[in-house]
């Protein structure tokens, strides 16, 4: 399937502190979709993006869609312990129904 | 709210069983996807199916089968249960994957082969 790469692997932060994790693809993508799975639950749907430079926010959290469309990132300023889990990015491109996730990047937020 | 359900949280078998894994969703959602998760590797697709009694393979679909009679509900299915299957298994559903499809998850069934 698709290749995506998604880094970093692990992040830690003191509560506070601002946090990025990217998704980056060598092809261009239709559209990436985020989830968020909190320790011991399963994948939560955050947002989907679909347009190239697009950008939206979510609260504290900003998602961008690069204009080429093969990269994307979720930013979290001033992260908060409830921000504690693994971060996912899946993505579609051609006319694919086969979504590809990354292998997520766990933030660990210390208070 | 949609739900997803899966038949059971944990499950133990032993080595060259057969083992069914059922997922059941409220949404009449035409897509359904098996997945496992396993540390440092994400979310990997076993198989998929946009249909009744359709089924596509995904990334990792070997020892694997799946069955799906009915729109609201996809079993997964180890024919013969191997340790290297210990792990995670996830079900989710979809209206629509063209990248409209919001993804919903089960909450997941460990399942230790021993």
């Known amino acids: 399937g698709q290749q995506v790469m998604q880094i970093p692997q692990y992040q830690h932060v003191q509560e506070g502190e601002d946090f990025t994790t990217y998704c980056n693809s060598s092809?261009?993508?239709?559209?990436i979709q985020w989830y968020k799975q909190r320790p011991g639950g399963h994948p939560v749907f955050l947002i989907q993006?679909?347009?190239?430079?697009e950008v939206k926010k979510q609260k504290r959290l900003t998602f961008q869609f690069g204009e080429a469309k093969k990269n994307s990132s979720l930013h979290i300023t001033a992260t908060q312990t409830t921000d504690v889990g693994t971060y996912f990015c899946a993505v579609a491109s051609g006319g694919s129904y086969i979504p590809t996730f990354g292998r997520g990047t766990s933030l660990i937020v210390h208070p | 709210d949609v739900k997803v359900t899966q038949s059971s949280r944990y499950l133990v078998k032993r080595t060259g069983e057969k083992v069914f894994l059922e997922c059941v969703q409220d949404?009449?959602?035409?897509?359904m996807f098996w997945y496992r998760q396993d540390p440092g590797l994400g979310l990997r697709l076993i198989y998929f199916s946009y249909d009744v009694k359709m089924k596509e393979k995904g990334d990792i679909p070997e020892g694997y089968s799946v069955s799906r009679e009915k729109k609201e509900r996809f079993s997964l299915i180890l024919e013969s249960a191997s340790t290297n299957q210990t792990s995670m298994y996830l079900c989710?559903?979809?209206?629509?994957?063209?990248?409209?499809?919001?993804?919903?998850f089960g909450p997941g069934t460990r399942l230790t082969v021993t």
């Open positions: 092809t261009t993508l239709s559209n």
């Open positions: 993006l679909v347009k190239s430079g």
């Open positions: 989710a559903s979809s209206f629509l994957w063209t990248g409209d499809g919001e993804q919903y």
């Open positions: 949404m009449d959602h035409e897509n």
